[in-house]
């Protein structure tokens, strides 16, 4: 596996342009999350991530023949042009499970059981390992799955640990080395080796540990126990993306609770007594500690009081905005809070050449396939945006913090 440095100059545009800095992205996603890079061909290493073939260990030279190859293709509602396929293959009679990490394959035991056999962070050598300093709130990643059992099951799992060469599994009793994990496992999707069944696994990560957060130790296998399985059993693996939360789950204002407050509910409306005094005192509880919430109070006119509460994540991208419209005097509306029906965002033409239709007010951001948010701009319901400056590819649209769409630009 090789790592690959690339450097890319800020263009100004007519728009708010964000400058892409892969260093910074990477704090938040893992490179090559799609496995659209490869060392080199179908059957060579996909650039960021290791296998058998870069293994060390007493049978490393036995172990080094591939479990995995490159395949044409995406998942649903996907745009890459490759996916990941790791399997099950038997050496000299033993099953050896299909195994792809960002650190490095140790092969030091015949014994599939052996606790010589183990994936590790090799900090000494940067291919090897993965610095990352986050604390995602939760991985998804795309999976199809054959096994010539049912209760076979493979496993995918993110380790965030501390500033150490972290053994997996052997370390994960202890808690003083890692910072927390996430595991996603799934049994077959499909009973055909011939025919993909593709499923999104969303899980949470646990943070148990006590240590920092220095790197991030991914590993993928065929199957959960080593040697299980069948021969040929083979898991797809596409688009792996950690989650950041914007979320707010309380609102308190003037010390009190708002009332009817849902999560997934961004804008309300709420009759007081005395507007004057109204939202002096502004609180709220997030989902997650590390988001930012920055609170604005304006007076719009002797009657009403708008409260603006913006809901940063951690990855300082995903954004939640949340609304609290106060009225006084004779109400219009009913004396408790009123469901607003939010603006349905509406962005066309798609495929589009040089410019998007925005048909809502908010935060516009374009992200590329790598992760990289390209653009950000403050959007007017009506506004044509220019994007021709922009390469062409898929991006993802993301409204407000929220993922609505993907776009093709010609």
Not at 33 to 54: A, K, L, M, R, V
Not at 154 to 165: C, L, T, W
Not at 214 to 233: E, R, W
Not at 294 to 300: G, K, P
Request: contains cysteine; proline residues 4%.
């Amino acid at each position: 596996m090789k790592k690959i440095t690339i450097f890319i100059a800020a263009f100004f545009f007519n728009f708010q342009l964000s400058t892409i800095n892969l260093n910074a992205q990477s704090v938040f996603q893992l490179p090559n999350p799609g496995f659209e890079q490869w060392d080199g061909g179908y059957d060579s290493e996909p650039t960021h991530w290791n296998t058998f073939e870069s293994s060390d260990g007493s049978y490393a030279s036995l172990a080094s023949s591939n479990h995995h190859y490159r395949r044409s293709g995406h998942r649903p509602e996907g745009n890459g042009n490759y996916y990941l396929t790791i399997y099950t293959k038997s050496i000299l009679g033993i099953k050896a499970n299909g195994n792809m990490t960002t650190g490095r394959v140790h092969a030091g035991s015949m014994s599939a059981s052996s606790s010589d056999n183990y994936n590790y962070t090799q900090r000494s050598n940067s291919n090897h390992c993965q610095p990352f300093s986050a604390t995602p709130d939760s991985m998804y990643v795309w999976v199809s799955f054959y096994a010539g059992s049912s209760s076979s099951v493979a496993q995918i799992e993110a380790i965030i640990h501390g500033d150490n060469d972290f053994i997996a599994p052997n370390w994960l009793d202890d808690a003083s080395k890692y910072k927390g994990r996430a595991v996603a496992q799934t049994t077959r999707t499909t009973s055909s080796a011939s025919q993909m069944s593709w499923k999104q696994l969303k899980v949470p990560f646990v943070y148990n540990g006590s240590s920092s957060a220095n790197y991030i130790l991914v590993n993928m296998t065929t199957n959960n126990t080593p040697g299980a399985g069948d021969k040929n059993d083979s898991i797809s693996i596409d688009d792996i993306e950690f989650i950041y939360s914007a979320w707010l789950t309380d609102i308190i204002i003037d010390g009190v609770s708002l009332d009817g407050f849902s999560k997934g509910h961004f804008d309300y409306v709420i009759h007081v007594d005395d507007i004057n005094t109204f939202g002096t005192d502004i609180g709220y509880t997030s989902e997650a500690d590390d988001a930012s919430v920055d609170i604005v109070r304006n007076t719009i006119d002797d009657t009403t009081v708008l409260i603006r509460m913006t809901v940063t994540a951690e990855d300082g991208t995903t954004q939640k905005i949340y609304t609290v419209t106060a009225t006084s005097g004779t109400p219009t509306i009913p004396v408790a809070i009123t469901t607003a029906t939010p603006e349905i965002p509406v962005i066309y033409p798609n495929p589009a050449n040089s410019f998007l239709n925005i048909i809502c007010d908010g935060m516009l951001e374009l992200v590329d396939m790598q992760g990289r948010t390209v653009l950000r701009h403050q959007c007017t319901s009506g506004e044509q945006v220019d994007i021709s400056l922009l390469p062409s590819g898929l991006y993802s649209a993301i409204i407000n913090g929220t993922k609505t769409s993907k776009i093709i630009k010609k």
